[in-house]
DNA sequence: CTGAAAGCGCTTACAG
DNA sequence: CTGAAAGCGCTTACAG
């Protein structure tokens, strides 16, 4: 702090070589440079080649803030995600990533870690660099948020979880669905006693809407969930085991557990089989997100995948649209599968399961398309658009 | 690409407040808010609070193009990783973005998916946005990268890797000697027939110095490690499992597998296992890496572990020093420590291993940190001044 | 198809 | 401690 007083505003500023000085070298005006690299259909094939030699030659490498100034345009994007210690958002941001650097964008990261504010300075020092648009995982953040967003009227989208009255376009699936769809088939096997072992609500929707899900398909059944089953801690394997521990430890025992996610999963499984409880005989466990790792180690465990490159993927490409000014911010609904696996079976005492009674052939379908998983399955889409006004058709 | 011919320069540019209207708004010049913002104490108290008070009323966000092109600072990092879809490098630059968003930097991230060309393609993109500082992980990068680096004096440092005589700073450990140690460790439970499964070399420095690492430690104990002995595939755990059953499947089976990292090493476990190998006793299998579940799922996994979340925090914060003009780029080793667990042992026909003839009490100091993982060990620091020339000490 | 010139929104040496 | 003004490196409406 103390000795950089140097002389900085030296003649010629940066010390890189300038389109001036291409321009310089090519016998061209500064503008034509600039057109060779934005608009080469405007400039004929000569000067072109005359130019992009010269630049060559200098090894010019545009100034982003001289073009971002004069522009408006910074050809950057930013994406929040609450943290990259979790493969399902770095796989989102992986495919978001491949496919911003194909259109010429490049990527600012920013984590919220799981808190509300953290995300908002975040967006705050995005929108300083000139983002030109922005995804961000789920809807916890302060309103003021959204309202910078859209005073700037800057396109974002929200990714991962999906709500159909969200205000917000999104690109994901529905939380409540899934986990409706997750109870409903525990229920099918014949579950009545089920606990649940979650991570924290708190400034997570999608946490919430989970519970909700659980919760709506267990009443449907006359099911009810006790607070005494319901254990909710940090979201990795050492809160699942001790969970797991502390509800065998009960005087009557579930013969289900449904998990938040595949680390709670992952380490209630762990626990299980250290107590010498069979899996799925004594007690069937579900996770969710398929994990790579949950399909590669037995005993293989039952949960519910969600395209995570393809969020990342769709979000990226709908922003790139927007950017252009083609395209309209619209949601777009992505199927959670259901991957029965080892870690679920009808419960030992009871009689045969009452699957007539629920639609297993939904479930079916999904164990059939488990075998192979790749088989070509694109998530379905359901589109809604929210900017309905725009009416901006490719056809008229 | 057909409709986008509105007038853009409309008069007042983007729209965004701009500096002039929080000056006009606070009755000051534009040079007094630029230096509220950033050289508050050549401004007094008084004029300070109005100015702050007027950029608040308007919303001010200042405008980082502008900013960057008259400081020529852009307050950007870069970041190249291979890929995110890898725990450890999602932890690297966890760690690197916790630092740089500390320090008012934003991060941008690159992946090159193992590929030298899309490395340079996001280094230059990377330049041309007008990083301060970049990191990237490994050196594998066409020369002509480290020219542009060179050329602009660009801070930045390799993470990951270390080599003693590396030309470039770096900061990581040392693949060889890892591999070293662990081949040791090994050989001195009594091994002497070793098969190895690693990912692919090329374009990958650090694995070579892995199996360079492997070999010398065989050799040393006069040991081979025979062509059909050492299976090179994709780095997951398919291969894995697929090279174990290829490598049980010939006549005199190894009994011991050292894995290029802890993903052929899970898969190869998993195989081991359905084929009704006991592990360790019959095999024993070592992997890299140290992910998160490893240590959580049965049979915990022989590994090494390197504080990556640590590398990126170093890196982060060497680069910042070096972006401000303070502290001087040089290379840290760190330590990779040897987790020993329950996939090694002995081998069953052998008898008591040969323990003597090899230093283990560095191979017990592990195992003892390992029931405590987070005994606040921190990671042994090697420095090396790569820039003596630029004799910058604080104390003279 | 090409050029002269204004301007994008800031910072900072210079002068007071 | 404060201001007037030049300038950072580009792009683009305007004129030809």
Redesign the interface.
């Known amino acids: ?1 103390a000795d ?1 007083k140097v002389a ?1 505003r030296a003649r010629g ?4 070589t300038r389109l001036a000085e291409v321009a310089q070298l090519a016998q061209v005006s500064t503008a034509t440079v600039s057109r060779v690299f934005n608009t080469p259909t405007k400039v004929s094939a000569e000067v072109q080649a005359r130019v992009r030699e010269a630049a060559a030659a200098l ?1 010019w ?6 073009r ?2 004069a522009s ?1 345009r ?3 994007a930013g994406v929040i995600i609450p ?3 979790n ?1 399902i958002f ?2 989102q ?2 495919g978001m ?2 496919i911003f ?1 194909e259109n ?1 964008f ?6 919220s870690n799981y808190d509300p504010a953290e995300g908002l ?2 967006v ?7 983002i030109e648009v922005l995804a961000m995982v789920g809807e916890n953040y302060p309103p003021q948020t959204f309202d ?1 967003l859209r ?2 009227s800057l396109p974002y989208v929200l990714t991962y979880g999906y709500r159909h009255d969200s205000p917000h376009p999104c690109i994901g699936f529905d939380n409540r669905a899934a986990f409706r769809q997750l109870a409903d088939y525990v229920l099918s096997l014949g579950h009545r006693r089920i606990a649940a072992i979650f991570q924290p609500m708190d400034a997570n929707d999608r946490v919430a809407a989970r519970l909700d899900g659980l919760r709506d398909g267990l009443a449907a059944a006359g099911v009810t969930l006790r607070a005494a089953d319901l254990h909710i801690g940090p979201s990795n ?2 809160f699942g085991a001790e969970s797991l521990r502390r509800i065998m430890a009960g005087k009557t025992r579930p013969t289900a557990i449904i998990c938040g996610n595949d680390n709670l999963a ?2 209630a499984v ?1 626990a299980a ?2 107590l010498g409880i069979a899996i799925p005989h004594d007690l069937s466990i579900t996770g969710f997100d398929d994990l ?2 949950v399909s ?3 005993p293989r465990l039952t949960t519910m995948r969600v395209d995570n490159l393809e969020i990342g993927r769709l979000a990226g490409e709908m922003l790139i649209g927007a950017a ?3 395209g309209m911010l619209h949601s777009i609904e992505l199927r959670a599968d259901l991957c029965m696996r080892a870690t679920t079976s009808p419960p030992r005492s009871a009689a045969r399961a009452p699957a007539a009674a629920r639609d297993s052939d939904n479930a079916n379908d999904h164990q059939a398309r488990n075998q192979q998983p790749h088989a070509g399955i694109r998530p379905q889409r359901v589109q809604h658009d929210l900017q309905e006004d725009k009416k901006q058709r490719r056809t008229p």
Chains 1, 2 share one sequence.
């Open positions: 702090m950089d900085r500023g940066t010390g890189r090894h490498i545009p100034n982003a803030a001289g971002a100034l408006r910074s050809h950057i943290t990259l210690d493969e770095a796989r941001v992986s990533q491949a650097a010429g490049t990527l600012l990261i920013g984590c300075a975040q705050q020092a995005m929108l300083a660099q000139g910078l005073q700037r394997m050492d992952l380490g762990g089989l250290d790579a790792i590669r180690i037995a252009g000014g083609r």
